[in-house]
């Protein structure tokens, strides 16, 4: 009795994981809790207190934040409401699977026989021929109509009558556990990218070698943050050679390496130097046409690899891969190489590097050139006055002031991007070739080793659409039944999906044994 | 000639033939469905001329010295901004529909799925969306762009002619006013109906009689009628749209009536929904998630990053998950899944256009 119970009860719970009932109504709650996140700016706190002043009051804004934060508004797709619909949407689908599979299975691999004489009238699709001859003869006329369409043939003799029977497709059957097993492959390889893999970013200056990267943490106050700077640093200062940077730092390996986690801070296990980094622009335009990184791998002192990295086409050394992602103006010009190509008018050329203020001289003349002045992207408004227009290199520009025996001559904006400004007017040129180490290159950095499982999903993904939507389960019968010198052909069949598409494949093979 | 041309031609017989498909319906002439056909065939046909004489033009705009010339044809496919991708999804529709109207040889569909062609060109026209032809910028340029896209727009076009049908299931089974599926597909179609109507007034009023300069839809849309500066304009169009629903609601039971005279049945109408949805839910789920994902993991270092545009077209694609279910499930099959079918293909619109316009993220390239 008390088993009875406890039958009944795995039973209907069973039932309900195994439900399609289940799989619409978690569906559809899944794409609700999917809303939230799209329209509330997440991981954002400053922007959506802003947000939340303007709309309930800068006195209440606070708690509201509060309360947002605490259902897990500013990161949906990780709070946990979100994770148990997760679940419970893969555990119906698994169930579902199991509960389903057998069944199908047994359609597919139980063998196909002759329909008996009243279920050939029942069917929906049917077709009776007559033709003249014998059965051997028909059969050969039946056969040939079927070949070459996917058709093998059996045959079975009953008394006098023939009945032939073929089926095509059986395994489109298992498109739908295809696809959903692929769902469940793609969730897995996310479950292993999140918990073995990691995402940071790097901001790397034109120059600089880096050994760590940067990951998101919580809210740090001041003092963390000055700390995490600090320990930045000092790991910048030792290349990134650990033992000496707790040395340094006078703690513990184990106590650095926990404050390097809660700072987000990633060990790379080697290190990576930005050489240069320059974006390219269609024409004259502002229009970037390509942004691209040189970065070289060091590994214990030696260079790895070299490659120059673009959107769309990433480094990867390690199993970590780098990303073009974004780039910017370093804050100063410390660090930062003026290349100027310097060339008299009798011809002397030569290429050299200036820092921010320097004084150079045209070969073999008395002119001097001071570096005064910079512009990323230097415009002119209206009035005629140079102004900077943005805060990235679309238009670097040097203003250089010229000066002969000591005395100021002119001075004049040189642009990186015009070479009618490189020219001056005793006939010498001083051509800006680039300035170095002005900007970084951002990048995404990560590691995924999930990413095989999540394409091998999509790959198993895109054969079950196919068997799932674009082929059927078909099978036919004929019967065929000598009387009075004519055969009776029956032909029938049946298709488990399309079964328009079925109804016209059908009445063309029908037609074929037709017209022999 | 350049492509300019071909697209105005095109634009103009798919305005005639709306009208045309709209007058067969009210009259009934053979001829006119003829004509109708004839009209978007010849539309098609310029289209598509159009798209391939801009593609050429393209080619020299959008390449980069590199890569080989497969790549090179690739990356200069006119598909990369918001009015080179409307024009693809016009050019899918009228091409699905073709199909439909050659397979069940059927006109009366062309009705209901040529306004929304109809629409999407007006909307262009009306934003006065940048119709040059622009570099590529760097993410875009991937052998990826050509199957994400594309395959996006057929799937959309796929969903736009579930939509159609699965209003007119609604119109031929859904006839009693207080009804929540007579409520239903009457507001759909009114809603659409009135942005129609009220775009088209934005149209005249703004590009004809002004002639103002092109400028941005955000600061444009609907401010001839709901957003006039005069209130009581503004006060009339909502009258006037409240009129337009409520007319629908009351003498809508009549459009039954004349979709009976063509003999097309339920089931009919039941089967193409379902299978326009059995080809763009897998093409999506191909072209737009997985190609998509692939690409962002090779651009951007991770396949999925809850962007909004990424987290609506999984909804999208959910949703339509949903109404393949629910058509297995007892008492859903019909009127409630077919329900399901036309709220999906407003959420598509809400994905391709809503998400541009109103929330941010890494799929920027469409704004206007």
Same mark, same amino acid.
């Given at each position: 009795?008390?088993?009875?119970? /406890? ?28 809303? #939230? ?50 679940? %419970? ?34 069917? #929906? ?20 109509? %079927? ?213 150079? =001289?045209? #070969? ?22 140079? /102004? ?22 002119? =001075? ?59 082929? =059927? ?26 079964? /328009? ?16 | ?27 009934? @002439? ?110 875009? @340029?991937?052998?990826?762009? !050509?199957?994400?896209? !594309? ?83 503004? !006060? ?13 609601? @009351? ?118």
């Amino acid at each position: 009795m008390k088993e009875d119970i /406890f039958t009944k009860g795995t039973n209907a719970i069973w039932k309900f994981f195994s439900s399609v009932t289940l799989t619409v109504t978690t569906l559809i709650l899944f794409v609700l809790a999917s809303i #939230p996140g799209t329209i509330i700016e997440q991981g954002s706190p400053e922007k959506n207190l802003q947000l939340l002043t303007k709309v309930v009051g800068e006195g209440f804004a606070p708690k509201a934040l509060n309360i947002i934060i605490g259902l897990g508004f500013l990161d949906a797709y990780h709070s946990w409401w979100f994770v148990v619909l997760l679940l %419970l949407l893969t555990s119906n689908l698994t169930i579902c699977t199991i509960d389903r599979f057998p069944n199908t299975w047994k359609a597919i691999k139980s063998p196909m026989g002759p329909l008996d004489d009243s279920s050939l009238i029942n069917m #929906p699709i049917k077709a009776e021929i007559r033709v003249k001859g014998n059965i051997e003869k028909t059969k050969e006329l039946v056969s040939k109509s %079927l070949k070459g369409h996917g058709y093998n043939l059996s045959e079975k003799r009953v008394d006098k009558t023939l009945h032939l029977y073929s089926q095509k497709g059986k395994y489109s059957r298992l498109g739908v556990y295809v696809v959903h097993a692929s769902i469940i492959l793609v969730l897995t390889g996310a479950m292993i990218g999140s918990i073995f893999g990691f995402k940071g970013f790097l901001n790397l200056p034109e120059g600089e070698t880096y050994s760590v990267v940067i990951m998101k943490t919580g809210l740090l106050t001041q003092e963390e943050e000055n700390e995490r700077e600090y320990i930045l640093n000092t790991i910048e200062s030792v290349s990134g050679d650990f033992v000496r940077v707790s040395q340094v730092m006078g703690i513990e390996p184990a106590m650095l390496k926990s404050k390097l986690k809660r700072y987000g801070i990633r060990p790379l296990g080697f290190s990576i130097r930005c050489d240069d980094f320059e974006v390219d622009f269609y024409g004259n335009s502002d229009m970037p046409k390509e942004y691209k990184s040189w970065l070289t791998v060091i590994k214990e002192g030696k260079e790895v690899i070299k490659k120059a990295i673009k959107v769309n086409d990433p480094l990867t050394y390690n199993g970590i891969t780098f990303y073009q992602s974004s780039y910017g103006l370093m804050p100063s010009l410390r660090h930062a190489k003026f290349v100027l190509n310097i060339k008299s008018n009798s011809g002397v050329s030569e290429t050299k590097h200036f820092n921010f203020g320097d004084k150079f =001289s045209i #070969p073999g003349t008395g002119m001097e050139g001071v570096i005064g002045d910079f512009s990323p992207a230097l415009g002119i408004d209206e009035s005629g006055r140079a /102004f900077t227009y943005a805060e990235t290199m679309n238009n670097p520009a040097v203003l250089i002031e010229f000066i002969e025996k000591g005395k100021h001559k002119y =001075s004049g904006w040189i642009l990186k991007r015009y070479p009618t400004t490189w020219k001056l007017p005793e006939g010498h040129t001083v051509e800006f070739k680039d300035l170095w180490g002005a900007q970084y290159t951002g990048l995404q950095v990560g590691r995924d080793p999930g990413l095989w499982f999540v394409y091998a999903g999509f790959a198993l993904m895109s054969v079950g659409f196919v068997l799932a939507f674009f082929r =059927s389960h078909k099978k036919l019968w004929a019967r065929l039944k000598e009387e009075k010198g004519e055969v009776i052909i029956t032909m029938a069949g049946t298709a488990n999906k399309n079964r /328009f598409a079925f109804e016209r494949e059908f009445e063309k093979r029908v037609k074929s044994v037709r017209e022999g | 000639m350049t492509s300019s041309i071909f697209f105005s031609l095109s634009e103009l017989a798919y305005m005639m033939a709306m009208v045309g498909y709209i007058a067969y319906l009210v009259f009934k @002439r053979k001829g006119i469905g003829v004509a109708a056909s004839a009209i978007t065939i010849f539309g098609f046909s310029t289209q598509t001329m159009a798209i391939i004489k801009r593609w050429i033009e393209s080619y020299p705009i959008k390449i980069v010295n590199e890569g080989d010339l497969l790549s090179k044809l690739l990356h200069s496919a006119p598909f990369s901004n918001l009015y080179e991708s409307l024009i693809l999804f016009t050019w899918t529709i009228i091409l699905s529909y073709l199909i439909i109207e050659f397979r069940y040889k059927n006109r009366s569909f062309g009705a209901f799925v040529t306004p929304i062609a109809g629409i999407v060109l007006l909307f262009i026209d009306l934003t006065g969306m940048s119709k040059d032809i622009q570099p590529l910028m760097p993410a875009l @340029r991937s052998n990826w762009l !050509i199957a994400h896209v !594309i395959l996006s727009f057929i799937a959309y076009a796929t969903f736009a002619i579930s939509f159609s049908t699965a209003i007119m299931y609604l119109i031929m089974t859904a006839e009693k006013r207080n009804e929540g599926f007579y409520i239903f597909w009457t507001s759909s179609v009114g809603l659409f109906l009135i942005v129609l109507i009220a775009m088209a007034i934005d149209f005249m009023t703004f590009r004809v009689a002004f002639r103002t300069p092109e400028t941005f839809i955000k600061s444009y849309l609907f401010r001839a009628t709901f957003l006039n500066q005069s209130t009581g304009i503004s !006060i009339m169009s909502w009258i006037v749209a409240s009129g337009v629903l409520f007319l629908l609601w @009351r003498f809508g039971y009549l459009l039954k009536r004349v979709l009976d005279t063509f003999s097309i049945s339920i089931d009919t109408l039941d089967d193409i929904t379902y299978k326009s949805i059995a080809v763009g839910f897998p093409v999506f789920g191909l072209g737009g998630l997985i190609f998509g994902g692939v690409w962002a993991a090779q651009a951007w270092g991770t396949y999925w990053s809850w962007d909004p545009k990424e987290t609506w077209s999984l909804i999208t694609w959910l949703v339509y998950a949903i109404y393949l279910h629910a058509r297995v499930m007892r008492g859903w099959k019909g009127k409630k899944a077919v329900v399901i079918a036309s709220v999906g293909f407003l959420i598509v619109i809400f994905t391709y256009l809503g998400v541009n316009l109103l929330l941010s993220g890494l799929h920027a390239y469409g704004e206007l």
